[in-house]
T-cell receptor
Framework: QKEVEQNSGPLSVPEGAIASLNCTYS??????FFWYRQYSGKSPELIMF??SNGDKEDGRFTAQLNKASQYVSLLIRDSQPSDSATYLC???????????WGAGTKLIIKP | NAGVMQNPRHLVRRRGQEARLRCSPM?????VYWYRQLPEEGLKFMVY????????ESGMPKERFSAEFPKEGPSILRIQQVVRGDSAAYFC???????????????FGEGSRLTVL
């Protein structure tokens, strides 16, 4: 069974520090990797996606992908209290339209 | 450009009643996904639809649940004879892409929160 694993947290990070969120996946055939942010009581919103090995930066966010290790991470620099949310990792299945979702990591940024 | 619209936002039903949840995708999006989320849990895929077609309903319970996406009008997720275990947030998401590397870029509605008494 294809799986996406995330540490449920909560992960507590002081304001201004770097928050590092990790995700592993079981399906070597996965091609596309997504990070969604979900505030409590709200719907998920896409914040980053990555398709190739290496790093992809967008503002304070950096996604890192290592297909050999089946590992994808999200770094948030200069963490702000507004970054406090649950971060969901999602990976495409071999059908290429269905996403396999992790259970999410709850991130708390402490002022 | 309006986002994905879901209604009702909150729905309360007694056991045995029917729940009908509606979703209008973003303009130009013809691919609709329904997900269920229990408190403090991740998203569970239920069904993927295109206009007038159910593409994948592998995540939907065989009994009591059905979904449609007619040629005209919103997509509808229907739950018959609801039970307490159906209480959850139901999210609809849409995409302009059928498959491929961009198919995971989903736009979510605000969700419909079903409470079964």
């Amino acid at each position: 069974q294809k799986e996406v694993e995330q540490n449920s947290g909560p992960l507590s990070v002081p304001e201004g520090a770097i928050a590092s969120l990790n995700c592993t996946y079981s399906d070597r055939g996965s091609q596309s990797f997504f990070w969604y942010r979900q505030y409590s009581g709200k719907s998920p919103e896409l914040i980053m996606f990555i398709y190739s090995n290496g790093d992809k930066e967008d503002g304070r966010f950096t996604a890192q992908l290592n297909k050999a290790s089946q590992y994808v991470s999200l770094l948030i620099r200069d963490s702000q209290p507004s970054d406090s949310a649950t971060y969901l990792c999602a990976v495409t299945s071999d059908s290429n339209y269905q996403l396999i979702w992790g259970a999410g990591t709850k991130l708390i940024i402490k002022p | 450009n309006a986002g994905v619209m879901q209604n009702p936002r909150h729905l309360v039903r007694r056991r045995g009643q029917e729940a009908r949840l509606r979703c209008s995708p973003m303009k130009g999006h013809s691919h609709v996904y329904w997900y269920r989320q229990l408190p403090e849990e991740g998203l569970k895929f239920m069904v993927y639809l295109q206009k007038e077609n159910i593409i994948d309903e592998s995540g939907m319970p065989k009994e009591r649940f059905s979904a449609e996406f007619p040629k005209e009008g919103p997509s509808i997720l229907r739950i018959q004879q609801v039970v307490r275990g159906d209480s959850a947030a139901y999210f609809c998401a849409s995409s302009p892409f059928a498959s491929g590397e961009y198919a995971g870029e989903l736009f979510f509605g605000e969700g419909s929160r079903l409470t079964v008494l």
